[in-house]
Each structure stands twice: as structure tokens, then as C-alpha cells.
């Protein structure tokens, strides 16, 4: 493995890793100290036990990640950071496409402290039943002594909206899992919508004061003697009582509850959500016009679209909303045309895989009706109401910002790079972009005639400017099952470069490195699992002298 390497691609994400582990480590060591050893919690802690630190250490962790969660989740606010490259630079670019790993990281470290928290709770709860005080009655929870714990879960608003919270908890992390969202995404989406329930109950599950710390140390120093109270060494000696007399409490010891802090930590993240929201509720406001509608091959079917006002990068997506199909449904795509000064349309091209891209294909492109009468008349189309949400930031946006750039699709993940070639393909002179490696990897040799003409036009063009070496073109097709080639003439560019198999990478990444000696790779990958991994192992390892590989992957949130 190459260091400079290793560090380019993992440096950053690491480094924010251990500061974020840091920060959860520090407030839960923080707030462990000062329920065990404050004055101010002594006679909490004596009845409670370790289970009072451990519930509040895990408390003050999951405020800070139920605040920090909703960040990555600020679509549009990190689309702006993105897009200010005199704000950001490119390495903290890199950083804001882990955004969706740190959502997740964050989502784990609320459902386990939440068991931690909820565990010490329950301990909590048999020890208020158990420990009942007599002397301080304002302290207990419990009604009485030996009162049934789950009565005290039951019937007090820290019990029962902490039940509910880890019921909604549950909900969205079992329904978060690969499997989940790959056989039903619709079951995802739903329940994970449950984090607005979420956030309201968490706001009211701190108001029951279930904890309370004692406000009058000064007066009532905790171990103190209480009145019609001696020492249980006295002897009787005038020493003995005079030190008895400066022990004697003053007062009574007075206890109230916190207040609740779960608000300071979520309010401004929320605040900053809600807002975010709002904005792109009024952004999508307005239904787009479908301008057409193309069936490739391969179920595979382009959309062109036209909105007012729309602007958008090569590289960025958006999200669909069809309301014939479900109101509450949101389903990313990268685009694939941009809208340009001469061109306002903007384009996407979809798979159909699933329930929601079949019904929506089937709104777009219904069947045609036998029993209607024919007549020597046109009819016009009527697509469906659809509603845009976008542009958002991708990866794929920093391909022009490279001297020289891999861009490795599989399958329909060409679509990133496709509005790519086609700012290429209006002016290549415009980017710092020197040279483009691009791969495309399909299981049938139809699905190249998606992008043939694109392809093909951007070949003609570098060539007629005389820059052949612009742009590296290879096709593989990994199927030869049935293989048939693009026998047509003005695709006979991508005939020659058309082989059967798989890629080898690591010959791949040797001669770019060998080709581009002292410059930093930006390597793109939107494709399966497999080919992603193969890549990125090899960013981290490649040796080719001063070259560095610098890897991105697509993934929407």
C-alpha cells in the first residue's frame, strides 16, 4: 500500500472520524464525571449508582448525534459549499461526499447509545423502586417502596416517551439495511420519514424530570448531619459534639430537575433542516413540462424536461417526484443533458427496476388502448404531473477539476459521465481537463446504443481539433454470451474499441500512471459494488512513480 497514496484518499475522512470519536468520547468520560463525583448529584448517585452516570453519559452522546445527523442531510447547504470553490477546496469537496457515510456513522452511534441509555434507565428504574427514600422524598420517582418498575415506566412521560422512541429507533434502523431498501425501498422511505415523530418526542421526553440534583450544597452539605442526627462514633465528649455541631446541616436538602438541554443541542441542526426543506418545497413548487419521451433498449427510457429558471453542473442529480404514482415518493437521478445558453432542456435516463420506475414508465409510455375507434386524427400526449427537486452535488462534478481523469461505469451508471461528455462534446477547451480515460462496462451490447451517438460525436469532434489523445475510450462487454457487434458505419468508433471481458485494472492504472507521470488521477466510479471496491484498492495501493490516484464514488443520499 502507498502511503501518499493511502493518505490522499483516506487521510481526510480519517482525520474527521477520529475527531468526531473524540468529541462523543470526551463528552460521555465529561458527563460520567460529573455524576459520579458532583456534590450536587451525591444523593442521586447513592441511590442510583453507576446506572445515573452511564444514563447521562449516553444522554450527552446522543445529543450530540442527533444533532450532528441532520446535517448531512442539508442537501441544497451542501450543494452551495460544493459549488464556492473560493470557500471550499477540492479535498473538503472530497469530504462532503462522505456525507452519507457520516449520516449513517451517526445513525449507529444514536441506536447504541440508545440501548445503553435505555439499559441504564431500566436499572435506574429498579433502583428508585428499591432504594425508596425516606429522608428525601422530593428525589424518589417511585410513589412508594417495592412499586413495580414497569408502573413506573408506564406511567411517567420519561417512561413512556422513551418506549416510543426506541419503538421508532427500531423501526428506522431495521429498515435502513441493505436487503431492506434493495427488495422494498418504499418500506426505507416510510419509515425512515418517522424521524419527524422522532424529534418531537424527543423534545418531550425530557420534561417529566425524572432526575433531580440538589440546589442548596452551601446550606446542606451533602453527608451532613440532619436534625435529631448524631455521628455514629460519638462518645459523648464536648470535642465530639462540637464537630457534630459544624457537620449539622443547616436546612434541608432541596432538590429540583434539570432543564431540559436536549433542545440546545437539536434546535439550530433542526431549525437549519426545517429551512432547508422549506426551500425546496418552494423550489419544486412548480410541476415540470415533459417535453419527450425516448424507450431505449434495455428498459431503459430518457426523459427530457424543461423548468424555468433551472440551472445545473454536469455531474449533479435531482430528485423525481410523481405524484400518480405516490405523493410522498422521492427517487434520485443523475442527469444526463444539462441545460445550456442554447438549450433550456434537461435530461435523465432511467432504468426500470422496481415498482415506482414501472408504474411511473407506464404513466410515461401507456399501453395503447385496442378498443378505441381509428381515426385520421393526431392525439396529443398527456404525461403525467412531475415535480423536479434539484440540482444536488455529486462527485462526478470534480472530473473537470483534474489535468487527467478515469471515469469507470457499469451498466446505467454511465449516466453521471454522460452530462459529462456532453459539456465536453459543446466546449472541451473550457475545463482544465487535459485528458479523459473513460470505461464503460455492460452486460449486453445493446445498452451502448444509449450514449452511441454522444459517444461517437465527441470522437469526431477531438479528432477534427486534432486531440485525439483527449479522450481514451474503451468498451467492454462482460457477457459473449449471443455477442453480436454495432455493425452500423457511424458507429464504427466504438467497433474498434469494443472488447470482450472484463477489464484489467491493474494494467489499466499502470499505464495512465506510466502515461501521466507526477500529476494526481481523479478516478470516478458509478457502477456495481465489485468494480468499485477493485478501484478503490488500487487508488490505495498504486505505485506508479509521483502519480496519485485520488477516488470517487457516486452515491446519492
Same mark, same amino acid.
Given at each position: ?17 477520529? /475527531? ?50 441532520? /446535517? ?348 459529462? /461528455? ?52 474503451? /468498451? ?82
Amino acid at each position: 500500500m502507498s502511503a501518499r497514496s493511502w493518505l490522499a484518499n483516506e487521510g481526510g475522512k480519517h482525520l474527521v472520524l477520529m /475527531l468526531w470519536l473524540a468529541a462523543n468520547a470526551w463528552l460521555f468520560i465529561k458527563t460520567f464525571l460529573l455524576y459520579s463525583t458532583g456534590q450536587q448529584y451525591h444523593y442521586l448517585y447513592k441511590m442510583l449508582g453507576l446506572g445515573l452516570c452511564i444514563s447521562r453519559a449516553s444522554a450527552s452522546v446522543l445529543n450530540l448525534n442527533c444533532s450532528l445527523v441532520l /446535517l448531512p442531510m442539508c442537501r441544497s447547504l451542501l450543494t452551495f459549499v460544493r459549488g464556492t470553490h473560493t470557500v471550499s477546496s477540492r479535498k473538503t469537496r472530497r469530504l462532503l461526499d462522505k456525507s452519507k457515510t457520516f449520516h449513517v456513522a451517526c445513525g449507529v452511534a444514536i441506536c447504541i447509545f440508545s440501548v445503553v441509555h435505555a439499559s441504564a434507565h431500566l436499572v435506574n428504574v429498579v433502583n428508585f423502586s428499591g432504594h425508596y427514600s425516606d429522608d428525601f422524598p422530593a428525589l424518589n420517582l417511585a410513589r412508594y417502596k417495592g412499586e413495580d418498575p414497569k408502573l413506573i415506566i408506564l406511567t411517567t412521560i420519561p417512561g413512556v416517551t422513551g418506549v416510543l422512541l426506541v419503538l421508532i429507533l427500531f423501526l428506522m434502523f431495521t429498515s435502513s439495511s441493505y436487503c431492506v431498501r434493495v427488495s422494498n425501498y418504499e418500506i426505507f422511505w416510510y419509515t425512515h420519514n418517522l424521524f419527524i415523530v422522532f424529534y418531537i418526542i424527543l423534545m418531550v421526553h425530557m420534561v417529566g424530570g425524572a432526575l433531580k440534583y440538589q440546589t442548596n450544597i452551601e446550606a446542606h452539605p451533602p453527608g451532613c448531619l440532619r436534625a435529631n442526627q448524631s455521628s455514629p462514633d460519638q462518645q459523648g465528649e464536648e470535642l465530639e459534639q462540637c464537630e457534630d455541631e459544624e457537620r449539622r446541616c443547616r436546612e434541608e436538602a432541596h432538590f429540583q430537575p434539570h432543564s431540559p438541554q436536549t433542545w440546545l443541542w437539536v434546535s439550530g441542526p433542526l431549525c437549519l433542516y426545517c429551512a432547508e426543506r422549506f426551500y425546496r418545497y418552494i423550489r419544486s413548487s412548480d410541476p415540470v413540462t415533459i417535453v419527450t419521451v425516448i424507450r431505449h433498449p434495455c428498459d431503459v427510457i430518457e426523459l427530457r424536461m424543461l423548468k424555468k429558471n433551472f440551472k445545473a453542473r454536469p455531474g449533479q442529480y435531482i430528485v423525481l417526484n410523481c405524484p400518480g404514482v405516490s405523493s410522498f415518493e422521492n427517487h434520485p437521478f443523475t442527469l444526463t443533458v444539462c441545460p445550456t445558453e442554447n438549450k433550456e432542456t434537461f435530461g435523465i435516463h432511467l432504468r426500470v427496476v422496481g415498482d415506482w420506475t414501472e408504474r411511473f414508465t407506464q404513466l410515461l409510455l401507456p399501453e395503447p388502448r385496442i378498443d378505441l375507434e381509428i381515426l385520421p386524427m393526431v392525439q396529443q400526449r398527456r404525461y403525467p404531473k412531475l415535480y423536479v427537486d434539484g440540482p444536488f452535488g455529486s462527485p462526478s462534478e470534480e472530473v473537470f477539476n483534474y489535468d487527467v481523469s478515469l471515469c469507470v461505469a457499469g451498466g446505467i451508471g454511465v449516466t453521471p459521465f454522460a452530462c459529462v /461528455l456532453h459539456a465536453l462534446l459543446d466546449d472541451w477547451t473550457g475545463f482544465r481537463l487535459q485528458r479523459l480515460y473513460f470505461v464503460w462496462v455492460c452486460r449486453e451490447i445493446q445498452s451502448f446504443y444509449w450514449f452511441a451517438e454522444l459517444l461517437c460525436a465527441l470522437h469526431h469532434k477531438l479528432w477534427q481539433e486534432n486531440r485525439p489523445d483527449y479522450f481514451n475510450l474503451k /468498451l467492454y462487454i462482460s457477457q459473449a454470451d449471443n455477442l453480436q457487434t454495432m455493425s452500423e458505419e457511424k458507429y464504427r468508433p466504438l467497433t474498434s474499441r469494443l472488447l470482450v471481458g472484463r477489464p484489467r485494472w491493474k494494467l489499466l492504472f499502470d499505464e495512465i500512471g506510466r502515461t501521466n507521470k507526477h500529476k494526481r488521477v481523479g478516478v470516478f466510479c458509478c457502477g456495481p459494488k465489485g468494480i468499485s471496491r477493485a478501484l478503490h484498492r488500487l487508488c490505495n495501493s498504486a505505485h506508479s512513480p509521483g502519480t496519485t490516484f485520488e477516488f470517487n464514488k457516486e452515491s446519492f443520499s
